[in-house]
T-cell receptor, first 110, second 113 residues
Framework: GQQLNQSPQSMFIQEGEDVSMNCTSSSIFNTWLWYKQDPGEGPVLLIALYKAGELTSNGRLTAQFGITRKDSFLNISASIPSDVGIYFCAGQVNNNDMRFGAGTRLTVKP | DGGITQSPKYLFRKEGQNVTLSCEQNLNHDAMYWYRQDPGQGLRLIYYSQIVNDFQKGDIAEGYSVSREKKESFPLTVTSAQKNPTAFYLC????????????FGDGTRLSIL
């Protein structure tokens, strides 16, 4: 099945900087999800988006469900060292059909 | 604590051997899933189960088998037919209704001896 196009693949930023990453697809999704994965651990859900155009925040994280339903972005403001990890987007058509991006590896330099 | 427990954390397989990965959840979720994660790739669905005693193949089911005899448990067997089994395996569960997000266990890393 088709996976999502997630960019950038990796980012190296200074502590305190803002970060932006996005996912695009040629398919329409009903739900967009953003997960964070630490090395050797499972992905942890950060934000879930359920409506086109929806903008949702979770602390320093903000994500938007694209108006075309084919894309989503995640912003992290004022990054800190513990933001290090791999961020995955996921688009969900229904309960049994969820597609994942390849991940954005974030490195934060103190 | 409610959650999804995968075991073992690390597993080694010999040539021609079948191995079974455990996944248990106490979230009372109806649906459970198995994914395979390879470096630089998105998660790929192996099998999923919506209810007890029922399961469906995902995108990469060849060389794998599952069972769902209890709501809480969804073990994955990596058979000798899977020629490239080295990967990180993730189990997930959800309430089973549309648009409900999946929650993941901490994974099992399988390697070949």
């Amino acid at each position: 099945g088709q996976q999502l196009n997630q960019s950038p693949q990796s980012m190296f930023i200074q502590e305190g900087e803002d970060v932006s990453m996005n996912c695009t697809s040629s398919s329409i999704f009903n739900t967009w999800l953003w997960y964070k994965q630490d090395p050797g651990e499972g992905p942890v859900l950060l934000i879930a988006l359920y409506k086109a155009g929806e903008l949702t925040s979770n602390g320093r994280l903000t994500a938007q469900f694209g108006i075309t339903r084919k894309d989503s972005f995640l912003n992290i403001s004022a990054s800190i060292p513990s933001d290090v990890g791999i961020y995955f987007c996921a688009g969900q058509v229904n309960n049994n059909d969820m597609r994942f991006g390849a991940g954005t590896r974030l490195t934060v330099k103190p | 604590d409610g959650g999804i427990t995968q075991s073992p954390k690390y597993l080694f397989r010999k040539e021609g051997q079948n191995v079974t990965l455990s996944c248990e959840q106490n979230l009372n979720h109806d649906a459970m899933y198995w994914y395979r994660q390879d470096p630089g790739q998105g998660l790929r669905l192996i099998y999923y189960s919506q209810i007890v005693n029922d399961f469906q193949k995902g995108d990469i089911a060849e060389g794998y088998s599952v069972s769902r005899e209890k709501k809480e448990s969804f073990p994955l067997t990596v058979t000798s037919a899977q020629k490239n089994p080295t990967a990180f395996y993730l189990c997930a569960s959800s309430m089973g209704q549309d648009n409900q997000p999946q929650h993941f266990g901490d994974g099992t890393r399988l390697s070949i001896l």
